[in-house]
């Protein structure tokens, strides 16, 4: 089958399936269509106001009769015409195609075989225009200083979106969100406080030269017997960026924001939706850790809380700080990182230097080890995941699931434990895609993301990304995604879980996932 890829401007290129240009013309006139094998085409026609792609099949003759205003001659009593709801919300540029299968297009199987072409994430060094990225500091107290991330500051008036990153990262891991997302809307992205950027510009806790430390220790912030006045409570826990979060969207953005985390910044995400509801949009969970602390919370279970002497303050005992010193000292070693990020990454062909060299370059910061002993050893948050999860829903907050199908700590299972207790919660499985789906296949998340955060905009009006109806959200749903990386052709599967799935979905997702590996390794 051939696809039309139309636009509503005077643009129009005609691709095959094979992703074949057979036609590139800045306009209609005077171009030739080619002779199309089937008798039904697919016409996509982009809306440049309203960021949609509409839909419409047409007949091999009608499909020769266009006019000179870039689009097509109405039809005649006795073509046929069918007209399809908007399905596909785009990006910035005009011209985006999308796939449908002829109705006789089946697989041995007996499913459809779906296919939905999407945009890839703008290539600058093809000329393609990004939004340019601004890096920037906020004081919220003294002597914290808190990295964030913005693009689109331009956009008046669009949504406001709030990326939060990920254990041991930073708003460095979102460049291909705020590259790509912050063309349509005005977005940020934080470093916590401990983390990337954010981590300490003095030292919390100095020491002496008297204490006899190596010289490689001197050069370890956080390391003495006193802490600094500043640094007498600080402890890098849940609660901690809970309330950085919140002063974070009252004094910098200064609105109700979506937001979205990955990892760890999915757990901090819904976390602060439950305490603040008034301040969030909607909350986005990209394989969101289920669980953070592993000691207990002082006011939660204040006796319990007793038996542990030391909660990640400042400074840390000496006996803690020996075992910080031989741990920090494996894994911030760069091949220990490299190891871990091929783990945490399905598709081993994305290209992660960036992340890698971010990564290492904050782990050689003085003050990361000693942040990181004060995260490993902060208290749980007031809520766990289930009891903000809860909140969330009584408080009528909309939620989006976007889980990597082959993340190897945060399983899609937790993905299905959510939306068994949200039933109403989007929940969308990503395959192949691990731990961090934003960055493996930004292409899908961009997608998925700017679709959902529209359909809320416009109160329903514009379709959910892969459902052409309301009624589509209770059923399940699978597709290939495909877009353009670096020239070549990529397919991601995605799987949409309706309000109506049951336990038999995900023992069939399990199962085929599994068989699926093992095929793959025959």
């Not at 460095?172 to 940020?188: A, N």
């Not at 006796?303 to 911030?332: C, D, H, M, Y």
């Not at 971010?358 to 208290?379: D, G, K, Q, R």
């Not at 009891?387 to 199908?405: D, H, V």
């Amino acid at each position: 089958m051939e696809i039309l890829s139309y636009s509503s401007v005077s643009c129009c290129d005609v691709v095959n399936l094979r992703w074949n240009l057979v036609v590139k013309s800045s306009s209609l006139n005077g171009s030739k269509l080619p002779a199309f094998r089937k008798s039904r085409v697919l016409c996509a026609n982009f809306d440049s106001t309203s960021g949609v792609v509409s839909c419409c099949h047409i007949n091999q003759s009608f499909s020769k009769k266009l006019n000179h205003r870039g689009g097509f001659r109405s039809l005649n009593s006795h073509e046929k015409f069918k007209q399809v709801d908007p399905i596909l919300s785009s990006g910035s540029s005009d011209g985006y195609v999308i796939g449908v299968e002829e109705d006789e297009n089946i697989s041995e199987t007996g499913e459809s075989e779906t296919k939905v072409l999407i945009p890839g994430v703008p290539n600058e060094s093809n000329g393609e225009i990004s939004a340019p990225i601004s890096s920037c500091f906020w004081e919220w107290k003294p002597k914290f200083n808190v990295h964030y991330e913005k693009a689109g500051s331009e956009n008046l008036g669009s949504p406001p979106v709030l990326f939060l990153p990920g254990f041991g990262v930073g708003s460095f891991h979102y460049e291909k969100q705020m590259k790509d997302l912050g063309r349509d809307f005005r977005v940020w992205a934080i470093d916590f406080l401990g983390q990337g950027m954010s981590l300490p510009l003095e030292d919390p806790a100095p020491r002496t030269r008297e204490e006899g430390m190596s010289d490689r220790n001197n050069l370890l912030w956080g390391f003495g017997d006193e802490s600094e006045p500043w640094a007498s409570e600080l402890v890098y826990s849940i609660d901690l960026w809970q309330d950085q979060v919140r002063y974070f969207i009252e004094e910098v953005i200064g609105e109700p924001v979506y937001i979205a985390g990955n990892s760890l910044g999915g757990f901090v995400a819904l976390y602060f939706a439950a305490c603040n509801p008034h301040l969030v949009k909607g909350v986005t969970l990209l394989n969101a850790t289920p669980f953070w602390g592993f000691l207990p919370n002082p006011i939660r279970s204040p006796r319990l809380a007793k038996i542990f002497p030391w909660a990640g303050t400042f400074p840390l005992p000496a006996n803690v700080r020996k075992l910080v010193e031989f741990v920090w000292q494996k894994i911030s070693d760069p091949r220990s990182i490299a190891q871990i990020l091929e783990q945490v990454y399905a598709d081993h062909s994305t290209n992660v230097d960036k992340v890698f060299s971010c990564i290492v370059e904050t782990a050689e910061h003085p003050a990361a080890a000693a942040s990181f002993a004060s995260i490993m050893f902060a208290p749980q948050g007031q809520l766990s995941f289930k009891e903000a999860l809860s909140r969330c829903q009584t408080s009528n907050i909309p939620i989006c699931l976007m889980y990597g199908k082959e993340d190897p700590w945060v399983q899609p299972i937790w993905g299905f434990q959510v939306k068994k207790q949200v039933p109403e919660a989007l929940f969308y499985e990503i395959s192949p895609a691990g731990h961090c789906p934003h960055d493996e296949v930004p292409e899908v998340v961009n997608y998925l993301l700017r679709g959902w955060i529209k359909n809320l905009e416009s109160e329903g009006s514009v379709s959910l990304p892969l459902l052409d109806s309301q009624e589509s959200v209770q059923i399940n749903i699978a597709r290939d995604l495909e877009f353009i990386r670096d020239g070549s052709k990529k397919s991601v599967k995605v799987r949409f879980f309706g309000s109506k799935f049951s336990l038999w979905d995900r023992i069939s997702s399990y199962i085929s996932s599994h068989f699926g590996k093992l095929e793959l390794k025959s």
